[in-house]
């Protein structure tokens, strides 16, 4: 199986994450995409982060209706700084024969990386440019350019337009939209602050359901939680 992994905290998830893994899909030939929010982002720490169950179930929406692209909970089961060598380690055990690609922006070339000599040795790089220009190609990565559509959407921007009380159709997909609505997300930034995953799910997972973050495309509680 040919694997693409698309790691992220999808804060939200919107129509660029999803053209993305789509012309990565088609243009190295991948059998499935698996998107991975992260617990706790590494190289940044955004000022309104979601819970992750809400991000969860907004990655969930998003790609449902697509047998290609799955959901997987590797990082938010495993909590704290998400490092991507982590989460590669965990997947090659649990696919031991697929061949993995690890799909990226070309701004996270420039990124210092833990633990990157042991990622280059367990996957090829698919790397997105948003610019004509092609960043410096580090050393020892196998690399196989994406070529996309220049998307001028970002989460920030998304979470900014919802702050402002303005529109985010056509952003995000519809299901992602009555999502964000219904939870009330990102329309007060002095609301939200950065916390740890155990903190969030515990704050939002429904009275009387117990927690449980399954590996692949479920609720993390069950058919009770929407």
Not at 4 to 17: A, D, K, M, S, V
Not at 32 to 44: C, E, Y
Not at 157 to 177: G, Q, T
Request: charged share 25%.
């Amino acid at each position: 199986m040919r694997l693409g992994i698309l790691g992220g905290t999808f804060n939200p998830i919107h129509l660029g994450h999803l053209i993305l893994a789509e012309a990565a899909r088609e243009q190295a030939r991948l059998d499935q995409v698996w998107f991975v929010p992260t617990a706790i982002p590494p190289h940044k720490r955004p000022r309104e982060l979601a819970s992750a169950a809400a991000r969860w179930d907004m990655v969930r929406l998003a790609i449902r209706g697509q047998p290609a692209l799955r959901a997987d909970a590797v990082e938010l089961r495993r909590g704290g700084v998400s490092y991507t060598v982590e989460t590669i380690r965990a997947i090659r055990r649990r696919v031991p024969r697929a061949r993995l690609f690890l799909i990226v922006g070309s701004e996270m070339l420039q990124v210092r990386w833990v633990g990157l000599t042991e990622i280059a040795e367990s996957c090829t790089f698919l790397v997105a440019s948003r610019t004509t220009a092609r960043p410096r190609r580090p050393r020892g990565l196998r690399i196989q350019w994406v070529r996309m559509p220049r998307i001028e959407i970002s989460s920030s921007m998304i979470r900014a337009r919802r702050h402002h009380r303005r529109s985010i159709r056509f952003l995000v997909p519809d299901a992602v939209a009555r999502c964000i609505a219904r939870r009330h997300l990102y329309r007060n930034q002095a609301t939200l602050r950065l916390a740890p995953p155990h903190v969030w799910l515990r704050q939002t997972k429904p009275r009387g359901a117990s927690l449980r973050i399954p590996p692949h495309g479920q609720s993390p509680w069950g058919s009770t939680h929407r």
